[in-house]
């Protein structure tokens, strides 16, 4: 199993960014996917998830991101995104794609500054 | 939501001493369905991804050395490190997965003594 996430750099708030994570490895259609992010000196927060296609693909967000953060995938593609709307300066962090078989991706930097 | 709390914050172990990280929920975890508890374990050290250790609170990961055990349930859990060795040196973490959101908790520090 191999998760790869892409997308991240520099960006000035109140932009808008999108993450891929592209997997290989396992069926990506019959499992979840979940973006978790790491802050500068903070702990591990989870972001959001896309259920699994035969569960309907449905989504979930943590608080901190509803309404300004969307996951989605690509079952054709194997890709999942992590779409960032409004970007604030605490959003700078590593963010990370983990699926539901317990692999995780080794994170892609998003920086948002002016 | 589900909340999850740790402790301690950090902890200081000698090397071949034992390490016990709590983990609390603010609600069961357990699905009566399947008798499982959605709970997990990971090691994040600096630089790299999390690595998961146990799932169903006590399912030990492949490749996790049988010195760490997980434990617990209902609300309650706990990781376990024995016979501690200077590459187990990390913040550890507990997440439920019961329900979303699938909130960690704030990690513990671990180190060596």
């Known amino acids: 199993v191999q998760l790869v996430e892409s997308g991240g750099g520099l960006i000035q708030p109140g932009r808008s960014l999108t993450l891929s994570c592209t997997a290989s490895g396992f069926t990506f259609a019959n499992y979840s996917l979940s973006w978790v992010r790491q802050c500068p000196g903070q702990g591990l927060e989870w972001l959001g998830f896309v259920r699994a296609t035969p569960s309907g693909g449905t989504t979930e967000y943590a608080a901190s991101v509803k309404g300004r953060f969307t996951v989605s995938r690509d079952d054709s593609r194997n890709i999942a995104y992590l779409q960032m709307n409004s970007l604030r300066i605490d959003d700078t962090g590593v963010y990370y794609c983990?699926?539901?078989?317990?692999?995780w991706g080794q994170g892609t930097l998003v920086s948002v500054s002016s | 939501d589900i909340v999850v709390t740790q402790s301690p914050d950090s902890l200081s172990v000698s090397l071949g001493e034992t390490a016990t990280i709590n983990c609390k929920s603010s609600?069961?975890?357990?699905?009566?369905?399947?008798?499982?508890?959605?709970l997990a374990w990971y090691q994040k050290k600096p630089g790299q991804p999390p690595k998961m250790l146990f799932y169903?609170?006590?399912t030990r990961e492949s490749g996790v050395p049988d010195r760490f055990s997980g434990s617990g349930s209902g609300t309650d859990f706990t990781l376990t490190i024995s016979s501690l060795q200077a590459e187990d040196v990390a913040v550890y973490y507990c997440?439920?997965?019961?329900?979303?959101?699938?909130?960690f908790g704030p990690g513990t520090r671990l180190d060596i003594k």
């Open positions: 609600q069961s975890v357990l699905f009566a369905s399947d008798n499982k508890h959605y």
């Open positions: 983990t699926s539901a078989t317990g692999d």
């Open positions: 169903w609170a006590s």
């Open positions: 997440q439920q997965y019961r329900r979303a959101p699938f909130a």
